[in-house]
């Protein structure tokens, strides 16, 4: 039973196999874009402001066994939903991001629990049975931006309504004075270095903390600070400087996704997080064990469902506008590969999956279009990539995981085979 | 509190639709016995336990009569989970493990140890933070009771299968308040050294006034361990006794018992066999899952009928299916001599041995195909029969003669049907098997694997498939091997009867037998190897 682990490099090399493609794909796109970098960390920071909090709104319902929750699209449009009256009520920035956040959880909340029932009845279906749904769920969505608002319930801000017809007009603007945008923005923002003093002050104090109260003797709080120290050096090289020279960081955005990690990784040390671990690695075995598996899975979608409604929340009031019948299409398939790139699969995922995904994933979408440009002389190459790239990752790593399950259940059998072998 | 029994379950009674499974069955254990559970496959000892569990088939098929006292107190068990609120807990023989979880978080799995917090407090227990080094130091508490040192933080997923075995104990034992514990089949897994310590596990378990219900088939685990025994069959309660008022081999006898009536009587050969050997399976290996065989010897002779007999789960099953390529196998395998190549179901029906599944509406049939396309069918694929040619690469099927060959095994076997056009899903269970029958001798094969033939047939149907076979075997020699969880059927038509236990032959006997020898021979015990016990008398 004493197996050595080796340090198999082909094994780490396969198990990684779609992220260093995409670190590959990533530098060498970036060489040829002829972009800046210091363009291209701009771009970035801003993009994961916006999209960060959606891609790990994706992580519980991976752990608790239910794949890739497509079904957040279905929390998106709830968000929308609230934004639109919000903006029918006219309150501004951030009073109005938090009356908007108010009610996108309930709505959100309640499409989640909608969306769980229906994915307890199809086990194992999951995945496609939320794709479905949120197909579905965008034909009520039109339903009710194109004739219920605006014929049965009024409303009454005109630069809502198309003009001279009723239904909800084609592109919400949430830039007017009594718009919401950039509500969290305008919170604050900071300079780079300022914001690498502030974290390794944090993790300096996590690090006394863990060594001062927690006793613990390990070398972790001494790594945890040395990272800090690190960081902090770093911050002063000239390299860094001229990286980070165009980045402004929003304070609050960044806060809230830092608090997302910190619930994910908290919910996890609890009784909760126990069972959606348990129910995610074997339904059967947790039943047995007298959980509810059905109300843990309804749990995980319902909390999925209300994060990816914030996420949504957090990307249209930075961008100022969106398509009032297009904006949440999308945000499934792309906060999906987006996590798959990250190296997570769908039995698996944690917090540094979906941050580094969402890197590796934006990077490419940043250089792609100026190296199709520079390669090809055509800047519509890289928006093809974009499409053909998200639907190759999810494929990619659903044949994945049907491969492994079968070398798995192989070794179980081998294993058994082994055992009685020896009997 | 000190009522004598710590379970009775009095006069159970439980039927699926309008067949007995349990006919006034009742079981008493005392607190810190170990009471053998016995019978064999279809004798009720699951249904019986899932009444005591709770389970959720009992109550969606009507209940059950009779009543579940515990420690003297009548009990209405809902659900397991109400079944181990009250002092029950199963070890399973299929572990109840998650594989990506420490030993630690499988034993306490969904009774964790967790601390309150502000959050918890408002919105409930599920947001208690858990107490990892309270329950570490409970795990390791319970590993240390049944002997096992392994460290607490392994992953369940790269445990040896017998460790598994006591982590599920250990999981058992750290619950509070348990009363009863119920063993299912728990050495079939263990080397025979892990066994030994489970039993002795067993016995300090019972010492601590736990009570004991052990499921087994292996006999002297039963005299060894056991303080009283009961026995099961058909449904019936043949006998519950103290293990020293009876023997091993009485035991045997009361878990077989032999039917009044034969189903079909084989009629006499006329004509001695040719004495040559016809199969020859040396140390085969079939990953058949829950039907494992494990190394298994046997010598088929040609124009015999073997029975293979034994228990389910023991690999008797799995033989047919792993010498026919459907499951992989290792080992060597020779037809008339020739060696026959595993793990190629092609090549194997070429070389003229034919299988009819017990998996008679999944592997046999094609249920929306007509009866001639699916008599057909194998002889089509796979000897390239009835077939038009056109161009020397192209083919059609030659539907007259399919038609042709299919009204013949119709007349042949008497197949109850509207025309050889009649889909086989809509025929009854025995008429499907006869054309399965008929697939298989549709590739005039010289050799014959029967498995489970009567499973799921009615008694004349039974009948008329057991003739089918006793004919082909007599009128056209066909060697047959005959695998059955029917014994008395095995005993009807077959010349002599392998029994098969944990995967390995352990036995072959003649049809006369006694039952005790057949019951011994199923627990892995080959009879004349008993001091003292005449194993013979009847």
């Known amino acids: ?423 | 509190m000190s009522a004598e029994y710590v379970l009775e379950m009095n006069r159970i009674s439980k039927q699926y639709g309008d067949n007995a499974v349990l006919n006034d069955v009742s079981l008493k254990v005392k607190s810190g016995e170990i009471h053998a559970l016995l019978g064999e496959n279809g004798a009720g000892k699951s249904t019986l336990m899932n009444i005591l569990f709770g389970m959720p088939v009992i109550h969606n098929t009507g209940g059950f009569q009779g009543e579940v006292l515990i420690n003297g107190e009548k009990q209405n068990i809902s659900s397991p989970h109400d079944a181990m609120l009250k002092g029950i807990g199963m070890v399973h023989q299929e572990f109840m493990l998650i594989p990506g979880f420490t030993i630690t978080e499988n034993i306490k799995l969904n009774r964790e140890v967790s601390k309150p917090n502000i959050i918890s407090k408002l919105i409930g227990k599920d947001l208690e933070i858990l107490d990892m080094a309270t329950m570490e130091q409970d795990a390791r508490k319970a590993l240390d009771a049944v002997g096992m040192s392994v460290d607490e933080h392994t992953l369940v997923k790269g445990l040896p299968v017998g460790y598994m075995q006591f982590v599920e104990i250990a999981r058992e034992i750290d619950k509070e308040g348990i009363k009863l514990l119920v063993f299912d089949e728990p050495t079939a897994v263990l080397t025979e050294s892990e066994a030994e310590q489970l039993i002795s596990v067993m016995k300090s378990i019972a010492e601590k006034g736990i009570a004991i219900i052990f499921i087994t088939h292996r006999l002297d685990e039963v005299m060894n361990a056991c303080d009283s025994v009961t026995v099961l069959r058909d449904g019936k309660l043949v006998k519950s006794m103290p293990t020293n008022e009876t023997s091993i081999i009485n035991i045997a006898k009361l878990m077989i018992g032999r039917a009044s009536d034969d189903v079909a009587k084989a009629p006499q050969r006329t004509e001695q066999l040719s004495g040559n050997i016809a199969m020859e399976i040396k140390d085969l290996h079939v990953s058949m899952p829950g039907e494992r065989v494990r190394g298994l010897n046997l010598e088929v002779m040609e124009g015999e009928i073997l029975g293979i007999g034994g228990l389910a789960g023991q690999g008797k099953i799995g033989l047919p299916n792993g010498i026919m390529g459907l499951f992989e196998a290792t080992g060597e395998v020779k037809l008339f001599g020739k060696k026959l190549p595993l793990n190629n179901a092609k090549e194997v029906l070429k070389q003229g041995v034919a299988m009819v599944s017990e998996d008679r509406r999944g592997v046999g049939l094609l249920l929306d195909e007509s009866i001639a396309n699916n008599i057909a069918f194998n002889a089509i694929q796979v000897n390239g029969k009835y077939l038009y040619n056109i161009l020397g690469f192209a083919s059609l099927m030659n539907t007259r003669a399919v038609y042709k060959l299919a009204n013949d095994f119709i007349k042949q076997l008497d197949i109850r049907c509207t025309s050889a056009a009649q889909h086989t899903g809509t025929l009854s269970g025995g008429n499907q098997q006869k054309v399965c029958i008929a697939r298989a001798l549709a590739l005039d094969p010289k050799f014959l694997f029967v498995s489970e033939p009567t499973r799921g047939i009615d008694i004349g149907a039974k009948r008329l498939v057991l003739e089918t076979l006793t004919k082909l075997n007599r009128k056209l020699g066909m060697t047959i091997v005959m695998v059955s969880s029917e014994l008395n059927e095995l005993r009807s038509i077959a010349d002599r009867i392998a029994v098969v236990s944990e995967g390995v032959v352990v036995d072959i006997l003649s049809p006369e037998a006694s039952d005790a020898d057949f019951g011994l021979a199923m627990s892995g015990i080959k009879p004349g190897s008993i001091e003292g016990g005449n194993s013979n008398e009847n």
């Open chain 1, 1 to 423: 039973m004493n197996k050595v682990k080796k340090f198999d490099i082909a094994q780490i090399l396969r198990n990684n196999a779609v992220t260093i493609t995409f670190v590959i794909l990533c530098i060498v796109c970036l060489m040829f874009s002829g972009l800046q970098v210091s363009y291209l960390v701009f771009e970035l920071f801003t993009r994961i402001s916006r999209n960060a909090f959606i891609v790990l709104a994706l992580i519980i319902p991976i752990i608790a066994g239910m794949g890739i929750n497509f079904a957040i699209t279905i929390g998106a449009m709830g968000a929308q939903i609230a934004i639109l009256w919000v903006l029918e009520w006219g309150v501004p920035g951030f009073k109005g991001f938090l009356l908007a956040a108010a009610l996108t959880i309930p709505i959100a909340g309640i499409f989640g629990w909608l969306v769980g029932l229906l994915l307890n009845k199809m086990k194992g279906q999951e995945m496609i049975g939320s794709m479905i749904m949120g197909y579905f769920a965008n034909g009520l969505y039109q339903l009710l931006f194109l004739f219920i608002f605006g014929n049965i319930i009024p409303l009454s801000n005109p630069n809502l309504v198309i003009r001279g017809s009723t239904g909800v007009a084609n592109t919400l603007d949430l830039s007017r004075k009594d718009g919401i945008k950039h509500a969290l923005e305008n919170l604050g923002q900071i300079k780079p270095d300022l914001a690498v003093y502030i974290l390794a002050a944090i993790m300096i104090l996590i690090a006394a903390y863990m060594y001062l109260y927690k006793k613990d003797k390990t070398k972790k709080p001494f790594a945890l600070a040395g990272i800090a120290v690190l960081m902090v050096a770093v911050s002063f090289t000239p390299i860094f400087k001229n990286w980070f020279s165009m980045v402004k960081i929003p304070v609050a955005t960044y806060v809230l996704i830092g608090l997302l990690c910190l619930f994910n990784y908290v919910i996890m040390k609890t009784r909760l997080g126990q069972q959606f671990r348990a129910v995610g690695q074997s339904g059967t075995v947790a039943n047995a064990a007298g959980i509810n598996v059905n109300r843990v899975r309804l749990i995980a979608i319902i909390i999925s469902t209300i994060l990816a409604g914030i996420g949504q929340l957090m990307f249209v009031q930075n961008m100022g506008s969106f398509q009032t019948y297009g904006a949440h299409e999308q945000v499934g398939l792309y906060a999906g590969a987006a996590i798959l790139v990250g190296g997570a699969s769908i039995a698996g995922a944690t917090n540094g999956q979906a941050l580094l995904g969402c890197v590796l994933f934006h990077t490419l979408f940043i250089v792609a279009p100026a190296a199709g440009k520079n390669l090809l002389g055509d800047a519509a190459i890289g928006e093809y990539f974009r499409v053909f790239i998200s639907y190759g990752v999810i494929a990619m790593a659903l044949v994945m995981h049907a491969w492994r399950t079968v070398k798995k259940k192989k070794s179980l059998a081998s294993n058994l085979a082994d055992a009685s072998a020896k009997a």
